[in-house]
């Protein structure tokens, strides 16, 4: 079955201690990005990927680190979390961005950082 | 990037049709619009995509006028299952893999 797997997907942690959450697909995509979701914000793309070893930020990537070391995995960093990356997180990949290939995403991982 | 605005909210009541219009005065030539549904606690998911004028698929229709400047989802005979937030996305491979998603649609059906 085609799908994007996160994980965790919940997630208890507190400031300063860093944590990986993964995220990883099956469908051979090269486009990988990560979302946050706030209430009342939207959809706010953090980083992205074009492809293995290429990548870019995106709106809001103050905090956050990633790495594409593989095609098919895309770990989201935090090497020092804070209060205000509590959000819902979601991974998606595509085979190109915006185009008429169209993104999929993860069920999300619910992060709080107390 | 183009921007998108969409409607914060929406009511509807079951049976009827509800038509969801994105404006997104800066789009490109080769952007697409894509709209996707989001359940709470769930990840977006595709809905429809269209570069100009309608195209139709099982769920929904999306039509874009000429100018492509606005674009126009269309639910025919919602039923509360379809109560989500629906969003809006236009991007195109000249913008490298820089997307950004409006605030959505949430759109309410009643009985």
């Known amino acids: 079955e085609a799908q994007v797997t996160q994980n965790p997907r919940y997630l208890i942690t507190v400031t300063g201690k860093k944590l990986t959450v993964t995220c990883s697909q099956n469908m051979n995509h090269e486009y990988m990005s990560w979302y946050r979701q706030d209430p009342g914000l939207g959809l706010r793309q953090i980083y992205y990927s074009m492809n293995v070893e290429v990548t870019d930020k995106g709106d809001v990537p103050e905090g956050y680190k990633v790495s594409r070391k593989e095609k098919r995995n895309f770990p989201l960093i935090l090497e020092s979390p804070s209060p205000n990356q509590t959000s819902l997180y979601f991974c998606a990949s595509s085979g190109s961005p915006g185009t008429e290939e169209t993104q999929y995403f993860g069920p999300g991982t619910r992060l709080l950082v107390l | 990037l183009a921007k998108t605005t969409q409607p914060i909210s929406m009511d509807s009541y079951e049976g009827q049709e509800v038509n969801i219009t994105c404006s997104h005065n800066n789009i490109a030539t080769n952007d697409y619009i894509t709209w996707y549904q989001q359940f709470p606690s769930q990840g977006p998911r595709f809905i429809i995509q269209?570069?100009?004028t309608k195209v139709t698929n099982e769920v929904a229709s999306l039509f874009i006028p000429a100018d492509r400047k606005s674009s126009t989802l269309s639910l025919p005979r919602v039923s509360l299952s379809d109560t989500a937030v629906y969003y809006c996305?236009?991007?195109?491979?000249?913008?490298?893999?820089?997307?950004?998603f409006g605030q959505g649609t949430e759109l309410s059906v009643k009985p």
């Open positions: 996305l236009v991007g195109g491979s000249n913008q490298g893999g820089k997307l950004i």
């Open positions: 269209g570069y100009k």
